[in-house]
């Protein structure tokens, strides 16, 4: 399984649990640190965390994979999950709009999410 099918996944368990302004992109060529990044909002800190929940849960289900590590689900306002080529970013609304982390690759392909 590839990343972006990996992202893909990952994306559709965010739709099913709400989330907002789902972005898959396409980062390979502007960073070394992954060749995925799914970015996706909620609208409270226990949403954030069922997202995060869904999303490991959908990953480990369909694709076998576990994240290598996972951050900030403790407090909820920016939830990091690492799964090696790809990388997920679960934001509260405010902190998603301070961080900004979309512009960080401007000419970075958009990958087409069904539901977003």
Same mark, same amino acid.
């Given at each position: ?5 990996l992202g893909q996944i990952a994306a559709s368990a965010?739709? %099913?649990?709400?989330?907002?302004? !789902?972005?898959l992109l396409d980062v390979r060529g502007f ?21 995060? %929940? ?7 289900? *369909?694709?076998? !994979? ?12 920016? !939830? ?7 990388? *997920?970013? !679960?934001?509260?609304? %405010? ?6 982390? %979309?512009?960080?690759?401007? $000419?970075?392909? $958009? *990958? ?5």
């Amino acid at each position: 399984m590839n990343f972006i099918e990996l992202g893909q996944i990952a994306a559709s368990a965010a739709v %099913d649990k709400k989330s907002t302004r !789902i972005s898959l992109l396409d980062v390979r060529g502007f960073t070394d640190m992954c060749d995925a990044v799914l970015i996706c909002s909620s609208d409270n800190e226990r949403q954030s965390s069922a997202v995060c %929940d869904a999303i490991e849960e959908r990953c480990r289900k *369909v694709a076998g !994979i576990k994240p290598y590590a996972v951050e900030g689900k403790q407090v909820g306002n920016w !939830i990091l999950m690492d799964y090696g080529s790809f990388v *997920v970013h !679960i934001f509260l609304a %405010d902190a998603r709009d301070y961080y900004a982390l %979309d512009s960080l690759w401007p $000419k970075a392909k $958009k *990958v087409p999410v069904e539901g977003a």
